[in-house]
């Protein structure tokens, strides 16, 4: 009965076997349950922030960005480096499109839509300067996390990117995902690294050397093991999902989880002696992942860091 | 047709979205049945992967991969399911049998008996693994892209499922000829 060929034999035809039409009512109970859903808007997909913060956190979060977008010109914000050292701001289109634009995750100070050229970061700690092609949106500008991405869900498909400093690794230690630094974890280029490869929710590829801008780093992708079960619910209350990171802010901020349905690709560079991730957020299921990611790589290949911080 | 449903379900049309699935529903349905082998358990996974396909439908950017993020999602609650049912039953030592009633016409009872157990034995992935590849006709690069693991990986896993499901059979086939001799 167990020979190779024979049991493919008998799978095919034991799974030919059994129910194969759903009960109408199931699609009927379906739509009632999508009415009472909405869905989400297509850049919180990729990781959550913030969600499950108290909401006197979340408070002190956004008053600490307004009060650093009111105070432009001089001050620093949660250890970072002075914005008189930071290249010019945004053009003048950008600035205004940013009026009318809602940032990503409850944040302030993302310039929104991107004209075509020469942009900067305003708040990111670490400053940059890059360059994109039309199509682009800054949907996050805060001292911890620069993020872009390309506009409208009918676009093609290109990971969106984030980049990402003040990284702690997080500690998964509940379905509810608090962001709670991992102790006896550094944050160095290596550390992370090594904590994605021997992480047990993680399928990870071979690290590479990599570099940005003359600065140094490795670059490693990875997908959510599907064995891997535990669940992160301000991600996902069905699908399992791992927590990675969170940041060393006092309290942390940040807590980045990865769904099942995500293929990541961390670049991971030591910046005048501080660990940066630039993330490309795509789908596991893409066909050729090269492909999607060139476009958000070339955005990414023109980023010149700046003095500050 | 199907590219104008998706658009108008990627901007909240819901009955776009229902019409979109109800032509799916069944092969959908029939693989989360035989991932899990219980009919309300894969009504209810399938329902579970229909709502989190709408809510993050906006995140689909590759409408020819629609159904291929579909039956990724569904195959990803089942094995979450499996993985909790399996938790609720690690102690007991006869797990029910929820197959067909209908008297099977390929197999022998026997046969699909001990098929149900040993199917029953295996991972929840070496589940899936198998269903992927026997029902819905998966090569391994395809069952690569659904769990979001390299080729090679899912060839490996696919070996090591059909091993695990010989190995229980094997098992199974032991006992009942042991128990026949001393009976």
Redesign the interface.
């Given at each position: 009965?167990?020979h190779?060929r024979d049991?493919?034999r008998?799978?095919?035809?034991?799974?030919?076997?059994?129910?194969?039409?759903?009960?109408d009512r199931?699609?009927d109970?379906?739509?009632a349950?999508?009415?009472r859903?909405?869905?989400?808007?297509?850049w919180r997909?990729?990781s959550w922030r913030f969600s499950s913060m108290p909401s006197q956190l979340r408070l002190a979060v956004v008053v600490g960005a307004l009060l650093v977008a009111a105070l432009a010109g001089g001050v620093f914000f949660l250890g970072g480096g002075s914005r008189s050292s930071r290249a010019p701001s945004a053009p003048p289109s950008a600035a205004a499109s940013a009026a009318a634009f809602d940032c990503a995750a409850e944040t302030t100070g993302c310039a929104g839509p991107l004209a075509a050229g020469s942009h900067a970061t305003a708040n990111f700690a670490q400053p940059f300067e890059f360059r994109v092609p039309g199509g682009w949106t800054n949907i996050r500008d805060i001292p911890r996390t620069y993020g872009l991405e390309v506009s409208g869900?009918?676009?093609?498909?290109?990971p969106p990117i984030q980049i990402m400093t003040m990284i702690a690794v997080a500690d998964q230690r509940s379905r509810q995902c608090e962001p709670v630094a991992k102790s006896g974890v550094g944050s160095s280029v290596d550390a992370i690294i090594a904590y994605v490869q021997g992480h047990p929710g993680l399928?990870s590829s071979a690290p590479v050397a990599a570099s940005l801008d003359g600065y140094t780093g490795r670059q490693i992708d990875f997908?959510?093991?599907?064995?891997w079960?535990q669940?992160c619910e301000p991600v996902?209350a069905?699908?399992?999902a791992v927590l990675m990171l969170t940041d060393t802010g006092t309290p942390p901020g940040r807590a980045i989880a990865y769904a099942?349905?995500a293929?990541v690709r961390w670049v991971v560079l030591d910046v005048n002696g501080k660990t940066l991730i630039v993330e490309y957020a795509g789908?596991?299921?893409?066909?050729d992942f090269e492909a999607n990611v060139a476009p958000a790589k070339q955005v990414v290949d023109t980023i010149h860091f700046l003095p500050g911080s | 047709m199907d590219r104008e449903l998706l658009a108008a379900a990627q901007h909240g049309d819901e009955a776009a979205f229902v019409d979109l699935i109800r032509g799916r529903s069944n092969r959908l349905f029939a693989t989360a049945y035989r991932i899990l082998r219980d009919i309300d358990g894969a009504e209810d996974a399938l329902q579970d992967a229909l709502v989190i396909a709408w809510r993050d439908l906006r995140g689909l950017r590759d409408p020819d991969r629609f159904d291929a993020w579909l039956t990724r999602l569904l195959v990803h609650v089942c094995i979450a399911e499996a993985t909790r049912e399996r938790r609720r039953t690690a102690n007991l030592r006869v797990l029910p049998i929820d197959g067909p009633a209908a008297p099977d016409e390929l197999l022998p009872i026997a046969d699909r008996d001990l098929l149900e157990r040993g199917f029953r034995r295996l991972t929840p992935e070496q589940r899936a693994i198998l269903v992927l590849h026997h029902f819905l006709g998966y090569a391994p690069s395809e069952i690569a892209e659904t769990l979001g693991i390299p080729p090679g990986t899912a060839r490996s896993r696919l070996f090591h499922a059909h091993r695990a499901m010989r190995a229980a059979l094997d098992a199974d086939t032991r006992v009942v000829l042991e128990g026949g001799r001393s009976a």
């Amino acid at each position: 009965m167990t020979h190779e060929r024979d049991l493919e034999r008998l799978l095919d035809s034991w799974f030919a076997d059994g129910p194969l039409v759903v009960a109408d009512r199931v699609i009927d109970d379906t739509a009632a349950r999508i009415a009472r859903q909405g869905q989400r808007p297509a850049w919180r997909l990729r990781s959550w922030r913030f969600s499950s913060m108290p909401s006197q956190l979340r408070l002190a979060v956004v008053v600490g960005a307004l009060l650093v977008a009111a105070l432009a010109g001089g001050v620093f914000f949660l250890g970072g480096g002075s914005r008189s050292s930071r290249a010019p701001s945004a053009p003048p289109s950008a600035a205004a499109s940013a009026a009318a634009f809602d940032c990503a995750a409850e944040t302030t100070g993302c310039a929104g839509p991107l004209a075509a050229g020469s942009h900067a970061t305003a708040n990111f700690a670490q400053p940059f300067e890059f360059r994109v092609p039309g199509g682009w949106t800054n949907i996050r500008d805060i001292p911890r996390t620069y993020g872009l991405e390309v506009s409208g869900v009918t676009a093609g498909p290109a990971p969106p990117i984030q980049i990402m400093t003040m990284i702690a690794v997080a500690d998964q230690r509940s379905r509810q995902c608090e962001p709670v630094a991992k102790s006896g974890v550094g944050s160095s280029v290596d550390a992370i690294i090594a904590y994605v490869q021997g992480h047990p929710g993680l399928v990870s590829s071979a690290p590479v050397a990599a570099s940005l801008d003359g600065y140094t780093g490795r670059q490693i992708d990875f997908t959510v093991d599907p064995t891997w079960d535990q669940i992160c619910e301000p991600v996902d209350a069905f699908r399992p999902a791992v927590l990675m990171l969170t940041d060393t802010g006092t309290p942390p901020g940040r807590a980045i989880a990865y769904a099942s349905d995500a293929r990541v690709r961390w670049v991971v560079l030591d910046v005048n002696g501080k660990t940066l991730i630039v993330e490309y957020a795509g789908d596991a299921f893409w066909a050729d992942f090269e492909a999607n990611v060139a476009p958000a790589k070339q955005v990414v290949d023109t980023i010149h860091f700046l003095p500050g911080s | 047709m199907d590219r104008e449903l998706l658009a108008a379900a990627q901007h909240g049309d819901e009955a776009a979205f229902v019409d979109l699935i109800r032509g799916r529903s069944n092969r959908l349905f029939a693989t989360a049945y035989r991932i899990l082998r219980d009919i309300d358990g894969a009504e209810d996974a399938l329902q579970d992967a229909l709502v989190i396909a709408w809510r993050d439908l906006r995140g689909l950017r590759d409408p020819d991969r629609f159904d291929a993020w579909l039956t990724r999602l569904l195959v990803h609650v089942c094995i979450a399911e499996a993985t909790r049912e399996r938790r609720r039953t690690a102690n007991l030592r006869v797990l029910p049998i929820d197959g067909p009633a209908a008297p099977d016409e390929l197999l022998p009872i026997a046969d699909r008996d001990l098929l149900e157990r040993g199917f029953r034995r295996l991972t929840p992935e070496q589940r899936a693994i198998l269903v992927l590849h026997h029902f819905l006709g998966y090569a391994p690069s395809e069952i690569a892209e659904t769990l979001g693991i390299p080729p090679g990986t899912a060839r490996s896993r696919l070996f090591h499922a059909h091993r695990a499901m010989r190995a229980a059979l094997d098992a199974d086939t032991r006992v009942v000829l042991e128990g026949g001799r001393s009976a």
